[in-house]
């Protein structure tokens, strides 16, 4: 399993690690092995529907741990992916007419009062976003950025 549920007391515990920090990946990227994780990000999602940061950095390459915990009431997700991948996405949610179901690498769907795990690399740099696609989540504007820095080589 490439993310695992987690409650509150694990993120506290993963928090004092590292960054508070975010994530649909079809452009280059990867699920990151929890064995090469470098640094933790910690993503906030709540009942405003914003993420907090909605802005951070990585640099391309970098092995991450994102930590998302959910302090609102309803249930939110994390999706990573280039911007426009997520633009089609939200337009593919709104006209399915099954719902909602996502099964990906680069997302995590968190309950309420929650957090999950989702390891992560950044195989490029550039600009890539977060959103969620809980219904009306991302037409409300949930949806942040991740400036990916390229490596530099020695």
Known sequence: MNF???HLSTLRKYAGI?????????????VANAGTVVRTVAINMDDTLRFDPEQWEATEGE????VVTNSGKVRHELVIGKKKELAEHAKSMRDAPKGHHHHMDNAVSVEPGQAAVLN??????????MACFEPGHYEAGMVGQV???????H
């Open 120 to 129: 992560w690399t950044f195989k490029s740099a550039g600009t890539w976003g």
């Open 18 to 30: 590292g960054l508070i920090a975010s994530a649909m990946g079809l452009a280059p990227a990867h």
């Open 4 to 6: 695992q549920l987690q």
């Open 147 to 153: 400036t990916v820095k390229p490596k530099h080589s």
């Open 63 to 66: 092995s991450l741990r994102l």
